[in-house]
């Protein structure tokens, strides 16, 4: 009798059978975090924005001025007195709820001119999404992310 080496069918189906179970685990784990990344990257790129001003007004030695517009497509345009710098709209899913000011103004030093304040954005305008994330500016200049966490039994 010969030496047979190889898989049986019924291996070969558990194995199908358990890489099937682990990838609609690991595909439902990163859909129901998607919302947090977004929002996460949205921050981030706000962040980056405010950055851009305040150096743009450093470089230029101009004062340089973020305007946010909400809308259907919430936005901000980075300008000087020599017109814009940068458009940047946030993604579809990604809704400003809290701004402290519709105008941010960055002196030639770099630091805010008027009084300090904050932009909160979160996943979706009508959602109890727990991710809601921002920037805060300081009137010296000083550029933070803000991570609110929230309970969707507290109101905001």
């Avoid at 291996?11 to 990838?23: D, F, K, P, R, Y």
Wanted: proline share 3%.
């Amino acid at each position: 009798m010969k030496n047979r080496s190889g898989f049986t069918l019924m291996e070969m189906m558990v194995v199908i059978a358990i890489i099937g179970i682990v990838s609609s685990i690991a595909v439902y784990t990163y859909m129901s975090g998607n919302p947090e990344r977004r929002v996460r990257g949205a921050s981030r790129d706000l962040y980056a924005g405010f950055k851009q001003a305040s150096s743009q007004a450093v470089n230029r030695s101009l004062d340089v001025t973020i305007t946010f517009t909400l809308g259907a497509i919430d936005s901000y345009t980075i300008t000087d007195a020599n017109g814009p710098i940068a458009n940047n709209n946030f993604p579809d899913f990604i809704d400003l709820y809290k701004l402290s000011a519709n105008t941010f103004v960055y002196n030639s030093r770099g630091m805010l001119t008027g009084a300090s304040g904050s932009v909160l954005i979160r996943y979706g305008p009508n959602t109890n999404a727990a991710t809601r994330m921002g920037v805060s500016v300081t009137s010296a200049g000083g550029i933070s992310l803000v991570d609110e966490t929230m309970d969707t039994g507290q109101p905001w």
